[in-house]
């Protein structure tokens, strides 16, 4: 008979408690989302990549001063978006131009078809069009599924806020990301413009 696996907080709390290979666990679980939400965030491969890790390490400083009124993956959450908003701070002074997308080390998902791809690569693109302040919200509520509630938790904003830039932001995706709606019209491929109605 095999123990049950600690949960995220059993990992936290044998962390706090001295093991030494606890926090490395809680790190196995959760670094592809981490890194997935830091490079949609901050855009650049090697930024991000340097975002993660300055999270993680104040992760593991902070870990004994968790308290479990969040769950470990929202608080995760918020240590990774306050690392990027550091490092967009940071490189404010020295505009960058965005890297192609091609090449970057994102966990690759094996069964994407090439048009799965390259709908991704123009969500992305897409995404990297929006100012900061409107692009954040969206990757947390729309491709993270963060509640409002949340995501205004997480950007230290009110919720008003989060509504009224994920609208202004959707809406400039709207423009840019039209064609995927039905893309092959004359092939007859049903869309689903009925839940997303777009005013022209």
Not at 61 to 70: G, I, L, M
Not at 131 to 137: I, L
Request: net charge neutral; aromatic share 4%.
């Amino acid at each position: 008979m095999t123990a049950a696996a600690p949960t995220d907080a059993d990992l936290i709390a044998a962390h706090a408690a001295g093991d030494a290979h606890a926090f490395s666990e809680l790190v196995r679980r959760h670094r592809d989302r981490m890194w997935a939400v830091a490079l949609r965030t901050v855009r650049d491969p090697e930024e991000a990549a340097d975002a993660l890790q300055d999270a993680f390490i104040s992760a593991y400083r902070a870990a004994a001063n968790f308290r479990a009124e969040s769950q470990v993956t929202t608080w995760l959450h918020r240590i990774v978006v306050n690392a990027c908003l550091d490092r967009m701070r940071r490189r404010q002074a020295r505009p960058t131009v965005p890297l192609p997308e091609t090449g970057h080390n994102e966990p690759a998902v094996p069964r994407d078809s090439m048009a799965e791809r390259e709908t991704r690569l123009v969500v992305q693109s897409a995404l990297e069009q929006l100012p900061d302040d409107q692009r954040m919200p969206i990757v947390l509520v729309d491709v993270e599924g963060y509640s409002v509630a949340e995501t205004a938790k997480l950007l230290g904003i009110a919720e008003g806020t989060v509504k009224s830039r994920c609208a202004r932001g959707r809406a400039k995706l709207a423009k840019v990301l039209g064609h995927l709606r039905n893309p092959d019209n004359d092939a007859g491929v049903p869309t689903h413009e009925s839940k997303h109605g777009e005013g022209r």
